[in-house]
Structures are given as C-alpha cells and as structure tokens.
C-alpha cells in the first residue's frame, strides 16, 4: 500500500501507527492510543523529540492530546482538536484530567493561587485554552490549575459571533513561528484561533485552510471586491480583512500581528511569496 496521508495529519510512521489506521496504510505495528490532556498553559509540539528543531505547532491547556508512543520522556501522537501530529514533552501532559466545560474567551487569563484579585499569579492561560469549572464563587472560577476570573471564560457552546474582532484583539502581538497565544503566534494561529473561538473548527496550517475554509472568490484586478471576513492566501501564508482595504495579518516582514492597506501588502508580498493564490470567503460574515 502507497500512503497518501498528509503526514501532519496522521498518526503513522514506518515502524508505528494508529489502529484505526490499520487495513490503510503500511507499519510495522498498529498500536491504540490513550487519551491525555495538556496540563500547563503552553505545550510545543515537534517533528522530532527534541526541542531544539523547529516548533511546529503548540497545544493549549485542556486540549487532548492521543499519545501513541512514550519514550525517553516524550510521547508521539494527536491532537484530537485540529488533528496535528508530532512530538511533546511527556510532562506537559496528564490523564484523568477533567472533561473541560467551557473555554477561555479572553485573550489571556491569570491563574490565581487563590479567588482574590491581590493573590499571587502562576501564570496565564490562553485564549481557546479548555478548563472544567471545579468551583465558583462570585468572581473567579477554580480550574484546577488556579483560580481565573468568571468573565474570562465562557461554556462550550457560548462563541463570539465576530472572528474578525476576535483577530483583531491579538493586534500587534509578537510574531512566533508555531506559536499558537498571543504572546506569539504566526500567521495560520491567527486564523485558527479568531476562528475557533466562533466556534468554527478549523486546522492549523495555512495550506490546509485554503483547501477546507469558506467558498472561493475570484479577487477583482483592482481588490473592489474585498470583503470584511475574507481570508488572503499566499504560498505559506494567509491573512483576513478587516474591512475592503485593510489586511491584518501575523506576518515576519512587521515580526508582529499588523494590519495594513492590502494593496500594500499584497505587491510586497509578491516580491518574497509570489501573488495572491486564493480568496476564501465565509457566508455570513457580521460587518
């Protein structure tokens, strides 16, 4: 058998892979996976065991994670939200952990030791981070890893509406190859994560998102027929319109999330990209 899988997206190598892909594909072993949980706010996930080569992607708090393999202090698997497979540190994850019930709708959080704003901070949470509300008060919730405050979560299910507004928050947030937070995060991330947070499921790569996003839209010579919502595509690189003109996007020429004239944009971006490979366009769109 000749495999035909994106590599990114399936958990196999030439000597493991997962038993539901056993009958599709050649291994010398098909193995079950366990269900884990990220148990730290950020996880990096890698092509290879070892932190040092390049970080592919990072897996949120709460997030599961199917590890197949476990060796020398990390596991190979897949994240079950958006299907990237690769390498993490085995103690970034937990099993057991409870089933998360809402989602973190800020675009950071604080994890306070105890429910008072003057308690000292562990850390942060991200946004589209997954928590089980273990206990309440007026104010703050307890997630088990600290206490974050009610109006920074929401339950699944609660989306904001407006993913354009969504990117927008992470305006001028580091640029990070990878990285999936708004203390750096690149261009795709940026997408996923105004996306996810409406609720829309979305993968993680920008390539994947010009095959599986919105419909395609012929982009007029002059750009007249831009669009709040729509989503630019280059080779390796993807931004949104704010509105007709502007792009916003997290990109390595501003090392930042920026938003610029996309006439701009687009003729400096031919220069290292090429041109504008497609334009995908959601049906309802808020303006």
């Given at each position: 058998?000749?495999?035909?899988?994106?590599?990114?997206?399936?958990?196999?190598?030439?000597?493991?892979?997962?038993d539901?892909?056993?009958?599709?594909?050649?291994?010398?072993?098909?193995?079950?996976?366990?269900?884990?949980?990220?148990?730290?706010?950020?996880?990096?996930?890698?092509?290879?065991?070892?932190?040092?080569?390049?970080?592919?992607?990072?897996?949120?708090?709460?997030e599961?994670?199917v590890?197949?393999?476990?060796?020398?202090?990390?596991?190979w698997?897949?994240?079950?939200?958006?299907?990237?497979?690769?390498?993490?540190?085995?103690?970034?994850?937990?099993?057991?952990?409870?089933?998360?019930?809402?989602?973190?709708?800020?675009?950071?959080?604080?994890?306070?030791q105890?429910?008072?704003?003057?308690?000292?901070?562990?850390?942060?949470?991200?946004?589209?981070?997954?928590?089980?509300v273990?206990?309440q008060?007026?104010?703050?919730?307890?997630t088990?890893?600290?206490?974050?405050?009610?109006?920074?979560?929401?339950?699944?299910?609660?989306?904001?509406a407006?993913?354009?507004?969504?990117?927008?928050?992470?305006?001028h947030?580091?640029?990070?190859?990878g990285?999936?937070?708004?203390?750096g995060?690149?261009?795709?991330?940026?997408v996923?994560?105004?996306?996810?947070?409406?609720?829309?499921?979305?993968l993680?790569?920008?390539?994947?998102?010009?095959?599986?996003?919105?419909?395609?839209?012929?982009?007029?010579?002059?750009l007249?027929?831009?669009?709040r919502?729509?989503?630019?595509?280059?080779?390796?690189h993807?931004?949104?319109?704010?509105?007709?003109?502007?792009?916003?996007?997290?990109?390595?020429?501003?090392?930042?999330t920026?938003?610029?004239?996309?006439?701009?944009?687009?003729?400096?971006?031919?220069?290292?990209?090429?041109?504008?490979?497609?334009?995908?366009?959601?049906?309802a769109?808020?303006?």
């Amino acid at each position: 058998m000749t495999s035909k899988f994106d590599p990114r997206l399936t958990p196999a190598r030439p000597d493991l892979a997962a038993d539901f892909l056993q009958g599709k594909l050649e291994a010398k072993a098909f193995v079950a996976g366990q269900a884990n949980r990220v148990k730290q706010p950020l996880a990096g996930l890698y092509a290879a065991a070892d932190e040092q080569t390049q970080l592919q992607t990072e897996l949120l708090f709460g997030e599961e994670f199917v590890v197949y393999e476990r060796k020398n202090n990390w596991v190979w698997g897949q994240a079950s939200r958006d299907g990237f497979v690769g390498y993490v540190r085995a103690d970034a994850l937990a099993v057991g952990l409870p089933k998360p019930d809402h989602w973190v709708c800020a675009l950071r959080t604080p994890l306070y030791q105890w429910p008072d704003l003057k308690a000292p901070v562990s850390g942060f949470l991200h946004q589209n981070s997954l928590v089980a509300v273990l206990g309440q008060d007026d104010h703050y919730v307890d997630t088990g890893a600290g206490w974050v405050h009610v109006g920074d979560i929401k339950p699944d299910g609660d989306w904001r509406a407006d993913f354009v507004q969504t990117a927008l928050d992470y305006l001028h947030a580091p640029y990070v190859w990878g990285g999936r937070s708004s203390i750096g995060l690149d261009c795709s991330a940026l997408v996923q994560n105004a996306l996810m947070a409406a609720g829309l499921p979305c993968l993680r790569d920008s390539d994947m998102q010009e095959a599986n996003l919105g419909a395609p839209v012929q982009l007029a010579d002059d750009l007249s027929n831009l669009r709040r919502g729509d989503l630019l595509f280059w080779k390796g690189h993807v931004g949104l319109m704010v509105d007709a003109k502007t792009l916003l996007h997290a990109n390595a020429h501003h090392m930042a999330t920026a938003a610029e004239p996309v006439a701009g944009a687009i003729a400096r971006i031919k220069k290292t990209a090429g041109p504008v490979q497609s334009v995908r366009r959601f049906k309802a769109v808020k303006e």
